[in-house]
Structure formats: C-alpha cells, structure tokens
C-alpha cells in the first residue's frame, strides 16, 4: 500500500476514534475539542495525553471551557512553530500587509482576530500544508530576516494585547488567561494556589481631591508596589479601574495571607506627592481578599470568595486583609462596604 494511503487510512482511523471519544465524554465536536483529542489519541503531545489521564483518572469533569484550556496550552504553541516552519516568500507581503490592517490605529490587538486570520491566509493545519512544507521550508531560507520579524511583530502585539497600558503590569485578559494556567498545574501537581483581590481605598476621593493625573500617578505607584512583593512565579495584574489582584501558585492560605499583609504595610507606608500640583495625596491604603482554589472548582468562585473577602475587609474599616475563613463567621453588608 503506498505510503500516503497509510497516512490516509491512519488519519481516518484517529478521527473516528476522537469524535467517538469527544461523544463519549459528552462534550461538543467543534474545532477546538476536535484538535485536542485527535491529538490525544494520536499521542503526539506526551504531556497533553498525561494531563488528560490525570483529569480522567481523578474523574475530573472535561467540559468545553477545559478543553479550550488544553488547546490554549498545548495545541496553540505549536501552531506557531508550523507558522515559523511553514510560511514561505510569496506569502510575507500578505502577512506584513495583514498585521498592518489589524493593527493600524488600535490600542489593543485583538489576537484572536489575528491568530485566525493569519492561520486562514496560511493555511495551518490542513493536510496540504503539510505536504507542502518542505517547498515552503526552501522558500522561507530565502529570507528568514523578514520571517523573523514578521513573527516578532506577532509576539509584540500579542504581549501588548496583554499588558495594562498606564501601569505595564498584566492586563485583566492577561489575568484570566494566567490563572486558567496555574490551577491546571495545580490539577497536575496537586499544589495549593492562591490569589489576592486588592482595592485602593477611597479612590474616588484622590481623584475628586487632586484630579486623575494624580489617580493614575497612585495606580502606576500600587503597580510598582505589588511587583516588589511578590516573587517571580507570581502574576500582578490591574484588574479593573483601581482593583489589582495577584495570582500565587504553590501558595497555601496562610502564606497567601503573610504576602497580603506584607503588601498593605508596603501600601500603607507610602509618602506620595502630585507630580503635576507637588499636592501631597495623603494616606494611602488598599483593602485585600484572599482565598485558595479547590480543585475542580470553576474560576468564578474562587474568584468570588476572593471579591467576597474584599467586601469584608471594607466593611471592617478598610486598609485590612480579610480571607475566605472569615466569610463564615461574619456576614457581609455590601451596601455599607460600597
């Protein structure tokens, strides 16, 4: 039998076994579920097949939202490598002339917008892009300058659609993108992983009081603040106008706690005056929740013990750190905490 009616009869035979398997587990044959268990059944990524055996092993649920997770975190990259194995010199005006009409004039880089449209005009994954790769591999050492640069421009855009333009720390996108990640590896390796929700306290008054220059010089400082106490496996990000929240991996609650509290003696020791007006802003103080991801738990709720802890924090006079514990023994009155 030739060669590449082997590979047909194969690939035939690997989806059939994947959208039996996708069936099987109940979840939705779209593209994504489709991608990760053909290569699943494949085996063509060791440690794709060793998480979802953990997963099954443990009777974890393996839902769509899981199963976008594992595309993101072991489909995806590759994708990338296709690009930079596959695309050839016919190809990089349209590429260049495609990143310029997504970027011009933009703040914020949709990438999913450019990651598919870049994958259309390339034609990545599909069987005749593999046939044709080692015509495209000669074409593009022709001129790998170009290619290289065109995949940094990618990278860069991708980096500033994640990070927070006034303070440069992650971004709320970045945020969500980040935890999916670690309470994986928190599946995976079982370790504890915890996050902080912190809110400036009375931050409308700083920008009512001194105007929001100087609201915006207070947020870069408390951006600043987080990063000087938190160590390198840890993400900082603005969460929202001026909520920062912190993601610890590997962190139990109690330590999580002794970081929070470092962080709002750290905010509370602060001496800052107005750039613009030399204004001394006052005392400035943040109020901080804590809890701990359970595994198998959705996001939300951590994310919710977390927002909840918050509210109590504020209730009890601000400029404190509350946790998940306390929410048991003292009930919250958001109208009061507002």
């Known amino acids: 039998m030739p060669q590449q009616e082997q590979y047909r009869q194969r690939s035939y035979a690997l989806s059939r076994e994947a959208l039996e398997l996708i069936d099987e587990l109940g979840l939705s044959a779209n593209p994504i579920n489709y991608a990760v268990f053909f290569a699943y059944v494949e085996k063509s990524n060791e440690d794709l097949v060793a998480l979802i055996d953990i997963l099954q092993s443990n009777k974890r649920a393996l839902d769509d939202v899981k199963c976008h ?31 310029d009409r997504i970027s011009n004039g933009k703040d914020v880089i949709n990438t999913a917008d450019l990651r598919d449209a870049t994958n259309d005009l390339l034609g990545v994954g599909t069987p005749s892009t593999a046939h044709q790769s080692t015509k495209k591999q000669e074409d593009t050492d022709q001129a790998p300058v170009e290619v290289t640069q065109l995949l940094l421009d ?15 720390i992650a ?7 980040s935890l999916r990640d670690a309470a994986m590896a928190t599946m995976e390796g079982g370790e504890c992983l915890s996050i902080l929700l912190i809110d400036i306290d009375h931050f409308k008054r700083i920008n009512d009081t001194h105007g929001h220059q100087a609201g915006d010089q207070v947020i870069r400082t408390l951006a600043k603040t987080l990063q000087q106490n938190v160590k390198g496996r840890d993400t ?62 959705p996001l939300s709720r951590v994310i919710e013990r977390a927002d909840q802890a918050l509210y109590l924090a504020k209730e009890n006079g601000r400029n404190c750190v509350m946790n998940q514990n306390d929410l048991l023994t003292q009930p919250i009155n958001h109208a009061e905490s507002a």
């Open 69 to 99: 997770e594992l595309y993101q975190r072991f489909i995806e990259p590759g994708r990338v490598e296709l690009l930079r194995e596959t695309v050839s010199n016919d190809l990089l005006q349209q590429m260049s002339d495609l990143i």
């Open 171 to 177: 971004n709320r996108k970045a945020f969500d993108e």
């Open 236 to 297: 900082t990000a603005r969460y929202g106008g001026e909520e920062f929240a912190v993601i610890l991996p590997a962190t139990t609650l109690s330590d999580a706690m002794r970081v929070a509290e470092n962080i709002r003696t750290s905010i509370e020791s602060l001496h800052l005056k107005s750039i613009n007006r030399n204004e001394d802003l006052g005392r400035i103080t943040a109020s901080i929740g804590v809890a701990t991801y359970q595994l198998g738990e």
């Open 154 to 168: 990618l990278e860069e855009m991708k980096r500033e659609a994640h990070t927070d333009g006034l303070t440069g």
